[in-house]
């Protein structure tokens, strides 16, 4: 039996305590799957100052990141303690003390990917990351590797738990400001949840698979992002009940021959498809390969154990090559790789669901089709409610695909009709079926 693998964790909190029980419980089976004892040999929190965990002996407890770093014998690094900074720092000083890291944290990575990936190609160490897109899921091994010899056409994800969570209480009858206090209840939303509510926690991580299958840096700011705050409730109804559809939080990735689609929103998808029965805190990803057709990776996104079991699936790949004194692995990405030809958003072609507000009057809906005429935009169905009484009502709309810009034109001067009472609200509408 080969000499033990060390491993330095820095982060105690849910998931380093899940990573440190499975490490203990699975002892024996990790050993005979790297061919080499798994030693943790120190443990770093600041938390430490205040309370010792109980069952571990101390003599492995640290609050001094740098004793980790510093530690000559450490051979893999997890880094758990999330945001951009010291996370970082540490990740680029592992690295330069000639350690493999291990970490959970999309934020650092989709923020600095090229700059930790030119320290690694430099140091000749390797920085895995499996569990920072979709927790257990095993995404990114299986983009990188498994499914490596495919062209991706296209890539749909619900890569945020909590906000399909309340998109699932909403479809339910909830409103979004209760769906989200049980969200917090049941410990699927943080007390403060603007990154996963405004869509920049699954801008992160399309970022980070969009980085993967291109093999070149896609950075945050080429990524259109609309979070869930404004959804109405009537909205996600309206879209089950008269056309089929429902409403998630979808990461979107396309691949034409010149130009490549990147938005994170919520889009109407029919209730046929497969991600339409992805519900609560699950997450999901699917996609359509040049060789392997359509597939779906489905799971849980989050969760202390979830998101333990992809980190140590990482440091079992880390520690296989530390026995066999492998130095270098196949790159994430090629630094040298030209940018990708981002479409702009107004230049996407799609359908859409829209919600106009007017007075109950004739010749409403005329003036509203000669408008979208006006623009190329084309009306393939017309749902008109009744009034009930009501001075105002609404008017249900799914369009055929048309261009964004022509789109957001028309709405703007439907907008101004003296006819039409509230902000037109839409949706895009992701639908094979029409294309």
Do not use: W
Not at 64 to 84: C, H
Not at 175 to 184: S, W
Not at 364 to 383: D, F, M, R, T
């Amino acid at each position: 039996m080969s000499k033990p693998v060390n491993i330095g964790m820095i982060g105690m909190g849910t998931v380093g305590e899940a990573v440190f029980n499975i490490i203990r419980e699975r002892y024996d089976y990790l050993e005979a799957k790297i061919g080499a004892p798994i030693r943790i040999k120190k443990i770093c929190d600041r938390k430490f100052e205040r309370k010792k965990p109980e069952g571990i002996d101390f003599s492995l407890l640290t609050t001094e990141i740098q004793d980790v770093i510093n530690d000559e014998e450490i051979d893999i690094v997890v880094e758990l303690i999330g945001g951009i900074e010291p996370a970082r720092r540490i990740i680029l000083a592992s690295l330069d003390k000639g350690k493999h890291v291990v970490t959970a944290n999309k934020a650092v990575l989709a923020n600095h990917f090229k700059e930790i990936f030119k320290k690694v190609k430099e140091k000749k160490r390797q920085v895995y990351f499996e569990a920072s897109v979709c927790a257990g899921i095993p995404i990114i091994q299986a983009i990188n590797e498994g499914l490596c010899p495919n062209d991706f056409e296209y890539l749909l994800g619900i890569l945020n738990g909590t906000t399909n969570f309340i998109l699932t209480k909403m479809e339910e009858g909830k409103d979004f400001k209760g769906a989200l206090e049980e969200a917090k209840r049941k410990g699927f939303a943080e007390a403060n949840a603007s990154l996963d509510i405004s869509g920049e926690d699954s801008v992160h991580k399309l970022s980070i698979l969009s980085s993967i299958i291109f093999s070149t840096n896609v950075g945050l700011e080429v990524i259109h992002k609309e979070g869930i705050d404004f959804v109405d409730p009537i909205d996600v109804k309206y879209g089950m009940e008269e056309f089929g559809y429902k409403l998630k939080l979808l990461a979107i990735m396309k691949k034409t021959k010149e130009q490549v689609e990147l938005r994170v929103c919520p889009t109407f998808i029919p209730k046929e498809h497969p991600l339409s029965d992805v519900g609560d805190e699950f997450n999901a990803v699917y996609l359509r390969g040049s060789y392997i057709g359509d597939m779906m990776f489905y799971g849980k996104g989050a969760g202390g154990y979830p998101a333990a079991s992809a980190v140590i699936s990482d440091i079992v790949y880390l520690a296989r090559k530390v026995v066999q004194e492998i130095e270098e692995h196949l790159p994430y990405l090629d630094l040298k790789r030209r940018r990708l030809n981002i479409k702009d958003i107004n230049d996407i072609e799609t359908r859409y669901y829209v919600r106009f507000t007017t007075i109950d009057a004739p010749g409403v809906l005329a003036k509203i089709a000669k408008i979208l005429g006006e623009n190329s935009v084309s009306i393939a169905s017309v749902v008109q409610k009744e009034s009930s009484g009501l001075s105002e009502v609404p008017i249900l709309m799914l369009t055929h695909r048309a261009k964004e810009g022509s789109f957001k034109k028309a709405i703007t001067e439907i907008d101004r009709l003296n006819v039409v009472k509230r902000k037109t609200v839409f949706y895009r509408v992701e639908d094979e079926r029409f294309y």
